[in-house]
């Protein structure tokens, strides 16, 4: 199988300032974008093709209708969206399939307590928020929620018919107003999520059982479980919690597929949890 190669822009974290690596070197996602008429053999097909000037590559096939929101739009926008959030950080730019999607990470300053880890240190967790923006319309334009999980820097994923707000990319589409949720999506978090992890800390769990669950309503895959029984990463879970991180630590750091793919199946295992602890 061949890996996708994933352009990735880390960006060091300065306490209540804003970072833009933008103002300091060209970002990965700055490149431009032209839009034509599709034809085939001199007939019009209907459709346009968005693709990138500088290497001729297509990045995308969309409708008349499909209203393009350049990266560099999306990200400025996001920037100043932030900006009125509060204090954050840029952690990373992720750039794939060529360029045709992009992912931003910001880290909000302010902090949540989960609960006691194992050694008896608090499990502090940091709201985040991904800026998704593609050019050929499989990311939404928007905010999708996470968290930054202190102890392991795992980029934990909440659920996704909750908390995510994002737009399809057409004429009406207004960026701005999309970029206003982030309160919103914040007072989610507090109300239902937060919660149920700090349920999920205390909550002794068969692991073995639970794992399998996962598996068998093909929330994670064989492949994934067998790699982490094999090193022994199951064997100090004892909560729900433990399972749940063991699983996106997996996905953050040592997920050796795309990107794309790593960040569907962090959000498919808290679907998964939820799904099987109901």
Same mark, same amino acid.
């Given at each position: 199988m061949v890996q996708e190669k994933v352009a990735v822009a880390k960006v060091e974290a300065v306490e209540g300032e804003? #970072?833009? $690596? !933008?103002?300091?070197? $060209?970002?990965? +996602?700055?490149?431009e974008v032209k839009r034509e008429k599709l034809t085939i &053999? /001199?007939?019009?097909? /209907?459709?346009? %093709?968005?693709? !990138? %000037?500088? *290497?001729? #590559?297509?990045? /995308?096939?969309?409708? !008349?209708? +499909?209203?393009?929101?350049? &990266?560099?739009?999306?990200?400025?926008? %996001?920037?100043? *969206?932030m900006k009125g959030f509060g204090k954050f950080s840029t952690l990373r730019h992720h750039l794939t399939q060529g360029g045709a999607r992009v992912y931003i990470e910001f880290k909000a300053e302010k902090q949540y307590n989960i609960g006691k880890i194992f050694d008896g240190k608090d499990d502090i967790v940091n709201p985040m928020f991904v800026l998704n923006n593609s050019y050929d319309g499989t990311k939404q334009c928007g905010f999708e929620f996470a968290v930054y999980r202190l102890v392991c820097k795992n980029g934990l994923r909440v659920p996704q018919k909750v908390f995510i707000s994002l737009h399809k990319h057409t004429q009406d589409l207004n960026l701005t107003s999309t970029m206003a949720h982030l309160k919103q999506l914040t007072q989610d978090f507090e109300t239902k999520t937060l919660p149920l992890w700090k349920t999920w800390n205390t909550r002794a769990v068969k692991v073995d059982s639970l794992v399998d669950s996962l598996v068998e309503k093909e929330y994670v895959t064989n492949r994934t479980v067998k790699r982490l029984r094999e090193a022994n990463q199951f064997e100090k879970n004892k909560t729900a919690w433990d399972v749940y991180n063991t699983f996106t630590a997996y996905y953050t750091h040592d997920y050796k597929d795309s990107f794309d793919s790593a960040h569907y199946y962090n959000q498919r295992v808290i679907d998964g949890m939820m799904n099987v602890l109901g």
């Open positions: 804003v #970072v833009d $690596k !933008r103002e300091a070197e $060209k970002a990965p +996602y700055d490149f &053999h /001199g007939i019009d097909t /209907g459709k346009d %093709a968005i693709y !990138r %000037a500088d *290497a001729k #590559v297509c990045l /995308g096939v969309v409708s !008349r209708d +499909y209203k393009m929101v350049t &990266h560099q739009e999306a990200a400025k926008t %996001a920037y100043e *969206a």
